[in-house]
């Protein structure tokens, strides 16, 4: 019953307006032209504009774009036929052309009015250069999800000609385009031809000057243009995929909190849920793991002297001159930019003009200059202090001959508006019937991303449903494609690890989410990647966001031992004036070899020679460096003390045999090696029997003798129980 009653009023509304037109317009309606594919590549629009009811309605946004001759009447034929026709859709239509601005122009300024408004259809006609006509298509197709009415052009009196350029522009350059983009080529021009010959007209009898359409022409516009758009049922209303939308507790859902989405595209929506002001509460918001203004892009500058509003024309856009295109170096603040115009001179037909730029946030922001010779501007590039403003030398008004002349202190003022929302807050609900849209992010790169959504204090929020926008043209891979950038292995040190991040690429360079597995384990992901300290194999996989598809790579990884394992006891104390033995202190448990060194300093000079007897008291650096050339160094400090040797109570009075115990040299000088095996203990006595060295010895080191005058030394040796006496030299 609901479809009948659409079906019925679609009908009467239809034949009220062919009625009216015929019996009010003294103008014989064109023939019916041949063929069924009229609107084929609108489907998407006129499945939204026909499915709108009392009950829903569904909001549609279309902008009229081209130069003079799409500012005429008939574009405000076509927007009454589409409201009339479809009175229950929430129809945003806007007229932006700009009068003069062939395809050369108008692709500068249309960043301003296409991209910002992010229509469903752009309705489409401008003359100039096709290869800056191919350039403006690629720009919608890029930047937003429109479909395109694409129109060949009218014939005037100057074409009717069959070898005018006209003629090739429109069936050649045009249609070429159209497929090129999957647009909708819509041929004005070969029923134009016909109307003129059908009702034994000239082509001048449907213009005001040869060009622009007088009364008749812009009736007979009206209805070529009208028969594109119509809701086609054969055809698939979105074949690419362009938006889609995510319905909470369908396609998607809240988990712990957090609503998550991958998705692909430049824009994401909130349609929020039908609030009356209580019960919900707010949600913080983030794509790829960042808030959404920290996202380049997401704030844009808007057409300069024309406010950004749905007004349906705005008149002549830049009545005084002014920039045709602005862009910037760094991100942009949300704020109102202001160029003032400071000096103007003229000498014949060449015009200086002197302006400053400041921005509401940002402040004054600096000064510049644009020189006209007749029309055409010229200049160096402007930027301004903070690079939130560039302007090239040629990106400004042309005409200035049917335009005022720049007024010093005159104002021109622009946008840099932002497209995005960090946190969000339900919205009372104004008319159920309209969809709340919330833009969560808008111009990012057309690439995969993630969505994450998380509710404040745990309370989910009132948000009925996600919509993302995936302009068609020249959509990334989706395939990711790993590969290993250190042939598929690699040896690492346990101490250090290998992060599992750097070992590959991906060749496609698909966003999308990478875990790390130990290879036969792939329930549970690595927790830390960037530190992989064991022996094994281990799995990347890289899914690409909102698709299942994967790509996966085998890592091999040999841990080894690369420091040494040193440890350095501490010994308080040793006996004074004796040699150390730095050996007795050091342990390692690596199983690398290594090599050690001692210095008297952190920053060593000249190792020592003889670890095994370094003077007492003394602080020393031991540096252990392992074969793989990594090193430690740590430090002891060694404190004298007193020593008193213990002699045994019996003693064998059986000398030991000096081959046992060698003294070397003898006579000494500075100090003297005892060579043995076991321990020892040595008493230095002088001649009258007084003790001046008693140290114990472990195994085979040095004593020193600095503090020992010249002369006759008898020394007792003392191994268990057993007594040695030898005679000693101090030179």
Sequence with gaps: MHKVFKIVLATLAWLTINFYSQAQLPFPLPATQAGTNFGKYLQRTMSLLESSTPQKRNTVKIVVYGQSISEQAWSDTVKRMLTTRYPYANIQMVNRSIGAHSSQLLKKPMYFDINTFYPDLVIFHVYGSHYDLDSIMNNIRRNTVAEVLFQNSHVTKNDSASSSWENTYGYTHIPNIAKKYGLEFADIRTPWYQYVRDNNLKANDLTSDGTHLNTRGNFLMARLVERYLVRKPQFVADSLETVKTYYVGTDIDWENGKLTLPFKGNKVDIIADVFTGSGVGTASISIDGISPS??????????????????????????????????????????????????????????????????????????????????????????????????????????????????????????????????????????????????????????????????????????????????????????????????????????????????????????????????????????????????????????????????????????????????????????????????????????????????????????????????????????????????????????????????????????????????????????????????????????????????????????????????????????????????????
């Design 294 to 731: 920290m996202h380049p892009g997401v704030v844009m500058f808007t057409r300069p002297s024309v406010p950004y509003d749905l007004t349906w024309k705005n008149g002549w856009p830049w009545n005084v001159g002014g920039p045709i295109r602005i862009s910037n170096f760094v991100p942009l603040l949300d704020e109102t930019w202001t160029l003032t115009i400071t000096g103007y001179t003229q000498n014949g037909s060449n015009r200086t003009v002197n302006f400053s730029v400041g921005g509401s946030k940002t402040g004054f922001d600096g000064s510049g200059t644009v020189s006209y010779s007749g029309n055409t501007p010229s200049g160096t590039k402007f930027v301004s202090n903070s690079k939130r403003v560039v302007i090239n030398g040629d990106d400004w008004f042309t005409y200035l001959s049917i335009s005022n002349p720049y007024n010093v202190g005159h104002k021109i003022s622009w946008e840099a508006r932002k497209f995005y929302t960090n946190t969000f807050t339900p919205p009372l609900t104004v008319n159920p019937a309209i969809e709340t849209q919330i833009t969560v992010a808008q111009n990012l790169k057309n690439i995969g991303h993630k969505l994450e959504i998380v509710a404040d204090n745990g309370v989910s929020t009132s948000i009925k449903a996600i919509r993302v926008y995936y302009p068609p043209s020249l959509r990334p891979k989706t395939n990711p494609q790993l590969e290993s950038s250190i042939n598929n292995t690699t040896t690492v040190c346990k101490e250090i690890g290998v992060d599992l991040t750097k070992t590959f690429t991906d060749k496609n360079d698909v966003s999308g989410e990478v875990l790390y597995f130990p290879a036969g384990i792939e329930q549970i992901a690595i927790g830390n990647p960037k530190k992989i300290t064991q022996s094994g194999v281990y799995r990347i996989r890289k899914s690409a966001y909102a698709t299942t598809t994967t790509s996966d790579l085998l890592v091999t990884v040999t841990a080894i031992r690369c420091f040494p394992g040193t440890k350095i006891a501490k010994p308080d104390t040793a006996c004074a004036g004796a040699a150390f033995d730095l050996y007795t202190i050091i342990t390692d448990t690596a199983d690398v070899a290594v090599e050690y060194m001692a210095y008297t300093t952190t920053l060593p000079g000249s190792a020592i020679e003889d670890m095994t007897a370094v003077p007492v008291p003394g602080k020393y650096y031991i540096k252990a460096t392992s074969e793989h050339g990594y090193s430690t160094t740590d430090s002891v400090s060694i404190l004298a003390k007193e020593c008193v040797v213990s002699i045994p109570s019996s003693v064998n009075t059986q000398h030991i045999d000096n081959n046992l115990v060698k003294i070397y040299p003898n006579p000494a000088t500075t100090e003297v090696y005892f060579q043995t095996d076991s321990p020892l203990e040595v008493v230095v006595k002088d001649a009258l029997g007084v003790v001046q060295i008693s140290k114990s010895i472990y195994h085979s080191q040095y004593i020193q003798l600095q503090n020992l005058s010249k002369g006759i030394y008898i020394v007792e040796i003392y191994q268990g129980k057993t007594k040695s006496i030898q005679k000693l030299v101090v030179e």
